[in-house]
């Protein structure tokens, strides 16, 4: 038996279902029907590195400590990108390799450089670009771009407000092209392998964009649907396609400067002298200053997206001046109750003594200064429309039932999203452009196979996907030490796998700790090499 899952970055029953049920998505209509789906609630906050690393480890975030787009050191208050080696917990793909199970896992997310596995492993989102040594084996890497001369990782989103359309159109190309090296892949591998993983990040990056224009976003899950077709073609009949992502969509029209926020109730202080107050604040404030910056942003595209090449535009519209500057080292952190995890979209830290570098917080007023802030946070309300910005704010315990590295989590109301960085104008919430739509908490699921049967699934969340596909393979998650639950709907079918014949295998106890032992000493050479 293979088992096929389908990874749909940012997909959403909000679109699939309707358009679907009126046929314009057949594939789609035929998994809604005959296989068991419902909507995958994803992590708090919905992010992608956070929410992919629980659905390909089985854990909550707070056992994973993947919180960002990026690893924070507390002690430093330093920022770098995500890297595989930060991720300190078993993957599905080191438990199967642990266990001489072959898989192929593309186009994972934040998960460079790729791991040494028994099987095939293609990072995606998160890798330098297509000329890093983005697949295991490496050989790999010059059969795919020697067979799809279109195959790329990087989509060149700051260039999408400018392109439009046309960024739109290479999207569509590049996901061609990765589904076309994933069907080459698959094809030689069948007889091999018996877990298949592709994630598809388009819907996200289109989402985003052009969420206002749902015929552009139709466009893509038409090629979604066409590929899920050509998958189900070459299932055998005990093979089982599972589609999932890792959060759902909705409408952001604004967004929230919580950074400002923290320093207007007084919870964060930025060091004044280190910002150049006639420049930020006097020039950038007179109108004859914004009038000018409108003018020459729209001069400057106008003139160079014909005549000249993108990245000589790139270049010059990163290095026109912005309202909005990176904060971090602007912080004066002894006068710093709290701060925002940077690339969290929705995780604040406590400044606290026995753990950060300039910490001023005690254990002892901890849950009192806590305690107050989620009060302050979740009075802030919009000026114009006088309406709540945040649906939720809640302590990290409230949430997952623990807490370690975050200490309060929230998450705005529709129509609002987090801004990165400070703005220097001292606006708190402002229009969002380009960006109009953001991640909403409801992703999807669906299983599909002889043996699943048409059911609704219900109450599912992002971890449950990895002991899900952990049970069909035959390992049984209750002995995984893992945080994930089968859905109760699925939990009598029958597979072709044995319990016993995976643990038979094994030596000592299968446990996440002894995975991780074995991890460590896997790693330690192979990282080396990147």
Same mark, same amino acid.
């Given at each position: 038996m293979k088992i096929v899952l389908i990874g749909l970055d940012g997909a959403t029953w909000k679109l699939i279902e309707p358009w679907a049920l009126s046929g314009k998505l057949p594939t789609f209509k035929k998994l809604i029907i005959d296989g068991a789906c419902g909507i995958l609630k994803s992590t708090l906050p919905p992010i992608s590195p956070t929410a992919w690393t629980s659905i390909f480890s089985g854990l909550k975030p707070t056992k994973h400590h993947v919180w960002s787009v990026i690893t924070f050191d507390g002690k430093t208050y330093t920022v770098k990108p995500l890297f595989s080696h930060d991720i300190n917990v078993p993957m599905i793909w080191n438990v199967l390799s642990y266990l001489r199970i072959r898989g192929v896992y593309m186009n994972i997310p934040f998960?460079?450089?790729?791991?040494?596995?028994?099987?095939?492993?293609?990072?995606?989102?998160?890798?330098?670009?297509?000329?890093?040594?983005?697949?295991?084996?490496?050989?790999?890497?010059?059969?795919?771009?020697?067979?799809?001369?279109?195959y790329d990782i990087d989509y060149r989103e700051d260039s999408i407000p400018i392109e439009g359309i046309e960024a739109a159109s290479r999207i569509f190309r590049i996901t061609q092209a990765q589904m076309e090296a994933f069907m080459h892949i698959f094809k030689n591998e069948q007889k091999k392998s018996q877990l298949f993983i592709f994630v598809i990040r388009s819907p996200d990056v289109v989402q985003h964009f052009f969420w206002t224009e749902k015929r552009i976003i139709l466009h893509f899950y038409k090629?979604?649907?066409?590929?899920?077709?050509?998958?189900?073609?070459?299932?055998?009949?005990?093979d089982i396609l599972i589609l999932?992502?890792?959060?759902?969509?909705?409408?952001?029209?604004?967004?929230?400067?919580?950074?400002?926020?923290?320093?207007?109730?007084?919870?964060?202080?930025?060091?004044?002298?280190?910002?150049?107050?006639?420049?930020?604040?006097?020039?950038?404030?007179?109108?004859?200053?914004?009038?000018?910056?409108?003018?020459?942003?729209?001069?400057?595209?106008?003139?160079?997206?014909?005549?000249?090449?993108?990245?000589?535009?790139?270049?010059?519209?990163?290095?026109?001046?912005?309202?909005?500057?990176?904060?971090?080292?602007?912080?004066?952190?002894?006068?710093?109750?709290?701060?925002?995890?940077?690339g969290s979209y929705g995780v604040i830290r406590i400044n606290l003594k026995e753990r950060e570098g300039k910490g001023i917080i005690t254990s002892h007023n901890f849950d009192?200064?806590?305690?107050?802030?989620?009060?302050?946070?979740?009075?802030?309300?919009?000026?114009?429309?006088?309406?709540?910005?945040?649906?939720?704010?809640?302590?990290?315990?409230?949430?997952?039932? $623990?807490?370690? *590295?975050?200490?309060?989590? @929230? &998450?705005?109301?529709? =129509?609002?999203?987090? /801004?990165?960085?400070?703005?220097?104008?001292?606006?708190?919430?402002?229009?969002?452009?380009?960006?109009?739509?953001?991640?909403?908490?409801?992703?999807?699921?669906?299983?599909?196979?002889?043996?699943?049967?048409?059911?609704?699934?219900?109450?599912? $969340?992002?971890? *449950?996907?990895?002991?899900? @596909? &952990?049970?069909?393979? =035959?390992?049984?998650? /209750?002995?995984?030490?893992?945080?994930?639950?089968?859905?109760?709907?699925?939990?009598?079918i029958e597979t072709s796998c044995n319990y016993q014949y995976h643990y038979g295998r094994m030596k000592l106890m299968f446990n996440i700790e002894s995975i991780k032992k074995k991890l460590k000493s896997m790693r330690s050479n192979h990282y080396e090499k990147f």
């Open positions: 998960y460079y450089p790729p791991p040494r596995i028994n099987g095939i492993f293609i990072s995606g989102f998160g890798t330098p670009n297509r000329s890093s040594r983005f697949t295991y084996p490496l050989y790999l890497r010059e059969e795919i771009l020697g067979l799809f001369p279109d090629q979604i649907d066409l590929f899920l077709h050509k998958i189900v073609r070459n299932l055998d009949k005990d999932c992502s890792d959060h759902g969509f909705r409408t952001v029209d604004k967004k929230v400067y919580l950074v400002n926020i923290l320093e207007n109730l007084g919870i964060l202080r930025i060091k004044k002298d280190q910002i150049n107050s006639f420049f930020y604040e006097g020039l950038l404030n007179s109108k004859i200053y914004k009038s000018l910056l409108e003018r020459s942003k729209r001069l400057i595209r106008e003139l160079f997206s014909r005549h000249a090449s993108l990245s000589i535009l790139s270049k010059i519209i990163k290095s026109t001046p912005f309202s909005e500057i990176t904060y971090m080292g602007l912080v004066d952190w002894y006068s710093t109750l709290a701060y925002y995890l940077p009192a200064i806590r305690k107050e802030i989620i009060e302050s946070l979740l009075a802030i309300k919009e000026e114009e429309s006088g309406e709540k910005v945040f649906e939720i704010v809640k302590t990290c315990e409230a949430i997952y039932g $623990e807490c370690n *590295d975050a200490d309060i989590i @929230l &998450y705005t109301k529709e =129509g609002y999203g987090i /801004a990165e960085g400070f703005n220097i104008r001292k606006k708190l919430i402002e229009r969002m452009y380009p960006i109009n739509g953001g991640h909403d908490l409801e992703g999807i699921i669906c299983v599909y196979g002889r043996s699943i049967p048409s059911t609704r699934l219900r109450d599912l $969340e992002t971890w *449950d996907v990895a002991a899900l @596909l &952990y049970y069909l393979l =035959g390992i049984e998650p /209750a002995k995984m030490g893992i945080d994930g639950r089968v859905p109760k709907e699925l939990s009598n």
